[in-house]
């Protein structure tokens, strides 16, 4: 039983497109990581957020963790080519790092 | 400085058989995991360490599934026998604090295909 969904699983979109890529659960995290994933690489830490209602943004990414910490949102600005990946969501319980399925995001140029 | 280093990339074998990977984490970080990462899916984890001592292993299936982390530094994921089943993944992340906001280190993982 995955205890963080994400939505969606897979996205196609052009070159210049904004997004929003959401990881929900019914559990209360005590912080919420984003990775990144390329093929045949391991996952890249892009962003934690500790606060719930935080807001972060790293250039054209803007990360948010829900009032309830129990929910995260990525929204990307114009996306590029380079932003393709898969992005992975994982929620901090004490010391276990649990993991979305993940958002295959595709950005065609 | 070097990440973390898994060997080996890449791994057929057929099942029945036995197989081991190997993981080698960032120089003074005493928190290691592994996990399996089916295609298309987030990483599970399998076991995790603080320094030699295994904290969390309840995701491990123990009946055929085998890790230690001798001298609190390297450690060996062992799978005998394979099952077909087994064909993923395996990931080894390190981290320099064990807490719940320490970041992951992630080696390029080692493939498993089970013919």
């Known amino acids: 039983t995955q205890l963080l969904e994400q939505s969606p699983q897979f996205l196609s979109i052009q070159e210049g497109e904004n997004l929003t890529v959401y990881c929900n659960s019914s559990s209360v995290f005590s912080s919420l990581q984003w990775y990144r994933q390329e093929p045949g690489e391991g996952p890249v830490l892009l962003v934690t957020?500790?606060?719930?209602?935080e807001v972060k943004k790293l250039k054209r990414l803007t990360f948010q963790f829900g009032d309830a910490r129990k929910d995260s949102s990525l929204h990307i600005t114009a996306a590029q080519p380079g932003d393709t990946g898969l992005y992975l969501c994982a929620g901090a319980r004490g010391s276990r790092l649990t993991f979305g399925e993940g958002t295959q995001l595709t950005v065609n140029p | 400085e070097a990440g973390v280093v898994q060997s080996p990339r890449y791994k057929i074998i057929e099942k029945k058989q036995p197989v081991a990977f190997w993981c080698n984490p960032i120089?003074?970080?005493?928190?290691l995991y592994w996990y399996r990462q089916n295609l298309g899916q987030g990483p599970e984890l399998l076991i995790r360490y603080e320094n030699e001592e295994a904290v969390d292993d309840s995701q491990l299936p123990k009946d055929r599934f085998s890790a230690e982390r001798l001298k609190g530094v390297d450690s060996t994921l062992k799978i005998q026998p394979a099952e077909l089943g087994d064909s993923a993944v395996y990931l080894c992340?390190?981290?320099?604090?064990?807490?719940?906001?320490?970041?992951?280190?992630f080696g390029e993982g080692s493939r498993l295909t089970v013919l």
């Open positions: 992340a390190s981290s320099s604090s064990g807490g719940d906001t320490g970041e992951l280190f």
């Open positions: 957020v500790v606060t719930g209602g």
């Open positions: 120089s003074g970080h005493n928190t």
